[in-house]
């Protein structure tokens, strides 16, 4: 990575740039590998400058997977369509998307150090749960009633995705359309267990997507 031009910037420009080299290296190696040195240089700034806007390497990498963590949800933000189903393939596709682009990042933080230390696993959970409102948001549009169950099989099935994905990565057994289709319709398949069969009519619209 080549180093950035020194300029004068203002805090809030040159915490922003300090963030975004991270997340840039984060896609080269792992969290716990990326050091204060390394980014100061590419910076152009002192490693006690870096220091001022972060107070300890921690703070520095919680703040590189904020950051990773918001450009994953913006680029899975669902669409505004009148099909759930359709919105839910696209999010899945765009989320596909986003992880084989950014692969390196994604393994290091779901399978990373990263994942076993509390404040970034509240991260985590904090993005999931972003994740599960977006979903739950639109069940109802597909006659489903948002229940314990109902939101316990939705976090399950982020988990699923998440696993699905990054595996995929590793070993791509089955096509991009083949993962995607994987992973919506067991949505639908989740969301019976947890509701029941006998449910009703408007279950039908699930089954048939």
């Not at 899975?76 to 765009?94: G, I, K």
């Not at 950014?102 to 509390?118: C, I, W």
């Not at 509240?122 to 993005?127: I, K």
């Not at 949505?187 to 009519?201: Q, R, T």
Request: without cysteine.
């Amino acid at each position: 990575m080549d180093a950035v031009k020194r300029t004068r910037l203002d805090p809030a420009q040159r915490r922003a740039q300090l963030i975004d080299l991270g997340a840039r290296m984060l896609a080269e190696r792992p969290l716990e590998q990326i050091s204060v040195e390394d980014i100061a240089d590419q910076a152009g700034v002192s490693r006690g400058l870096l220091f001022h806007y972060f107070a300890s390497k921690s703070e520095f990498h919680l703040a590189i997977v904020r950051h990773s963590s918001e450009q994953m949800l913006q680029r899975t933000e669902p669409s505004e369509s009148d099909d759930p189903m359709l919105t839910l393939r696209s999010v899945l596709a765009s989320y596909v998307d986003y992880v084989t682009e950014n692969r390196n990042t994604s393994v290091s933080l779901l399978r990373g150090t990263a994942s076993g230390d509390p404040q970034m696993r509240e991260v985590f959970e904090q993005t999931r749960d972003i994740m599960a409102k977006r979903t739950l948001d639109q069940l109802p549009k597909i006659g489903l009633t948002r229940t314990p169950q109902v939101e316990l099989a939705v976090r399950g099935w982020i988990a699923f995705v998440e696993e699905a994905t990054i595996s995929w990565l590793r070993a791509p057994a089955i096509t991009r359309e083949e993962l995607i289709d994987l992973t919506v319709q067991s949505l639908p398949a989740l969301a019976l267990a947890a509701v029941g069969f006998d449910a009703g009519p408007d279950l039908g619209l699930l089954q048939s997507n």
